[in-house]
């Protein structure tokens, strides 16, 4: 319930916050983790995500978010699909590489197979979205990707976290 007998608050002609402050403050919303990766005529390509949703029950779909000049933003585009695969609790590893090392070094590690779109999909991942690009929106220095989720797996582990700029394994469950 609002209060609404409170009187207004005052407005304050505050500068916006400034992207570094902004980066430093969403060290602390903790988030899941996830390898975004595509295949197709534009290549092989992947990256470590923390910034993915679910958007829709009807139809299955969700959104994630990328560096619009990143080479693996520019391949989901050419390739109309991708694969969501967040990561299980043991993989805090593969997230590393796909964050640090070389794109062509990227799948060296992990086991790799298919679903319906063709996008590289990783065993033992806590989910795997297999979508069809149904949308992108532009906002800054960020593509945010819709997809359509046409096949999916589970695995039932716990999930990899991020929060603080360390990788996490959820912990007690905290009821309200």
Same mark, same amino acid.
């Given at each position: 319930?609002?209060?609404?007998?409170? &009187?207004?608050?005052?407005?304050?002609?505050? %500068?916006?916050?400034?992207?570094?402050?902004?980066?430093?403050?969403?060290?602390?919303?903790?988030?899941?983790?996830?390898?975004?990766?595509?295949?197709?005529?534009?290549?092989?390509?992947? %990256?470590?995500?923390?910034?993915?949703?679910?958007?829709? &029950?009807?139809?299955?779909? /969700?959104?994630?978010?990328?560096?619009?000049?990143?080479?693996?933003?520019?391949?989901?585009?050419?390739?109309?699909?991708?694969? !969501?695969?967040?990561?299980?609790?043991?993989? %805090?590893?593969?997230?590393?590489?796909?964050?640090?090392?070389?794109?062509?070094?990227?799948?060296?590690?992990? #086991?790799?197979?298919?679903?319906?779109?063709?996008?590289?999909? /990783?065993?033992?991942?806590?989910?795997?979205?297999?979508?069809?690009?149904?949308?992108? #929106?532009?906002?800054?220095?960020?593509?945010?990707?819709?997809?359509? !989720?046409?096949?999916?797996?589970?695995?039932?582990?716990?999930?990899?976290?991020?929060?603080?700029?360390?990788?996490?394994?959820?912990?007690? #469950? #905290?009821?309200?």
């Amino acid at each position: 319930m609002y209060n609404t007998n409170s &009187k207004p608050r005052p407005s304050h002609a505050a %500068a916006p916050p400034s992207g570094d402050a902004f980066v430093h403050a969403m060290r602390f919303a903790g988030t899941g983790v996830s390898l975004v990766t595509t295949d197709g005529e534009a290549g092989r390509f992947g %990256a470590t995500v923390s910034a993915m949703s679910s958007l829709s &029950k009807a139809p299955p779909s /969700l959104l994630v978010c990328l560096l619009s000049e990143s080479r693996t933003a520019r391949a989901i585009h050419a390739n109309r699909h991708f694969c !969501v695969n967040v990561l299980a609790a043991h993989q %805090a590893s593969l997230a590393r590489g796909f964050a640090s090392l070389p794109l062509e070094q990227r799948f060296a590690t992990g #086991v790799w197979h298919t679903l319906a779109s063709g996008a590289p999909v /990783l065993e033992r991942a806590a989910s795997c979205f297999d979508c069809r690009l149904a949308r992108t #929106v532009e906002h800054g220095t960020h593509t945010i990707f819709i997809g359509e !989720v046409e096949a999916l797996t589970t695995s039932g582990g716990a999930a990899l976290y991020y929060h603080d700029g360390r990788f996490h394994i959820a912990g007690d #469950v #905290v009821e309200a």
